[in-house]
């Protein structure tokens, strides 16, 4: 069966460039490569549309040593844990190089195209470089060009159309295929993020270690004390019997230093996949900063909780150990509950952590399942999330039309079982 297929450009349409000498570029290095905002739901789009999607770049910089390969190759496994691409075109040659598939030549369009089955001229091309264009147009495909203000004498004379991002190329090529109102249903398949159950009732935490999507647990003094636990340890060492290896939190309940750090060297010691709480701040608002150093530097995996603020997340990436696993809790939920978006905040927390890669960043207390894909789609490493938002997986892709039905079958059987009743006047009743 053909396929169709749209083909990407990397740098400056499916992430940020960066400057160099007054001009945008490629990035260079690993904590400089960053997403531009709306690319994964776009491709999505696209990917439920029935499109192949395939990434094809020039990457230059490896021949002439301006990055390793290496660099290379792990910004495009992000592209691949991230967004739904289907391969990844890379042309490492320079101007002079006897080659064929740097663009504007179509040698990697050719190549995909043979591999997957593509009709070439049933597909589009989106970049934001002339290059990208030329590229597209010898291979016969539609063209759209990704604007930033630098190539509007271009756009006008080869193009065939100019977006302004690659979410607007996306909402063109659906428009111009008749597909720009259907509402694409999520699916679980390819979420990448990391779904930790939060809780303190034990039948309940049995139950979602028997889940496979649940990649570990947390919990707090609170969610314990509404459990009715008594004993600490006794309560921690039945979780850890109950949920295997996989990662779990217990917190510190200390409010002087001194004696968090001994609580959590104790806790520590419970199991290797034991994560130990610490809050940001003690009750006097207080900076934690020289405890986690302390105990993360010691080998101690922190999960560092109750953070609200970019700052609190700079300080506590400046304290943990490079090469200790941590996590950090930034609780989204609760900046939402302020009236905040906490998406570009989270996304913002993302880009502060890159200097510190064994540090995972978790989308504490969601409010809906919808927080899922919101952290998944920016890159959230951990969500945490309860046993009643976790139910409300088995509704994700759900046909709407069946849902609508079904909520109306719902209220038309409560009413009739409540049996309500209202008088109608009679001419009511004949008309």
């Known amino acids: 069966m053909v396929a169709r297929a749209v083909f990407i450009d990397r740098d400056g349409v499916i992430n940020e460039n960066t400057m160099r000498d ?18 994964g ?6 990917k439920v549309a029935g499109f192949k999607l395939v990434v094809v770049t020039n990457q230059p910089d490896i021949a002439t040593g301006r990055t390793p390969r290496h660099i290379v190759e792990a910004m495009n496994e992000q592209i691949r844990q991230r967004l739904p691409v289907d391969d990844i075109r890379v042309c490492a040659h320079v101007d002079g190089d006897n080659c064929d598939c740097r663009k504007p030549k179509p040698g990697m369009l050719h190549a995909a195209a043979a591999e997957h089955g593509i009709d070439l001229g049933a597909s589009y091309m989106i970049g934001d470089r002339a290059v990208d264009i030329g590229a597209g147009r010898a291979a016969g495909c539609m063209t759209i060009l990704v604007d930033c203000g630098q190539s509007r004498a271009l756009a006008a ?23 720009e109102g259907t509402m694409t249903a999520p699916s679980t398949e390819n979420l990448k993020i990391k779904v930790f159950a939060d809780g303190a009732d034990l039948d309940s935490i049995r139950a979602l270690a028997a889940k496979p999507n649940v990649q570990g647990f947390t919990t707090n003094p609170t969610l314990m004390r509404a459990a009715g636990i008594n004993d600490y340890k006794a309560f921690a060492l039945d979780v850890l019997n109950i949920i295997g290896d996989r990662p779990v939190s217990f917190e510190v309940f200390a409010d002087d230093f001194a004696t968090m750090e001994a609580q959590a060297r104790e806790i520590a010691s419970w199991g290797d996949n034991v994560y130990v709480k610490i809050p940001v701040t003690n009750t006097r608002g207080d900076f934690a900063g020289p405890l986690i150093a302390t105990l993360s530097h010691a080998g101690v995996k922190l999960n560092v909780t109750a953070i609200m603020t970019l700052e609190q997340v700079k300080r506590v990436g400046e304290a943990l150990s490079e090469k200790v696993p941590a996590v950090v809790s930034v609780f989204a939920g609760r900046i939402a509950d302020t009236g905040r978006d906490p998406v570009p905040h989270m996304s913002e927390a993302l880009k502060i952590l890159q200097s510190r890669p064994k540090a995972e960043l978790l989308w504490a207390s969601p409010r809906e399942l919808l927080n899922i894909f919101q952290a998944d789609e920016i890159g959230c490493h951990i969500i945490t999330v309860t046993p009643d938002v976790l139910k409300k997986l088995a509704v994700v892709g759900k046909d709407l039309d069946v849902y609508s039905r079904e909520t ?3 209220f038309h059987k409560d009413a009739v079982a409540a049996g309500y009743s209202i008088e109608l006047a009679e001419s009511l009743v004949s008309a």
């Open 22 to 39: 007054g001009r945008p570029v490629a990035p260079t290095r690993l904590q400089d490569f960053r997403f531009l905002p709306g690319v």
């Open 41 to 46: 739901p776009a491709l999505q789009r696209l």
């Open 408 to 410: 109306v079958s719902m």
């Open 157 to 179: 004379a080869e193009s065939d159309m100019v977006a302004a991002s690659l979410p607007e190329a996306a909402a063109m090529i659906l428009r111009r295929e008749g597909r």
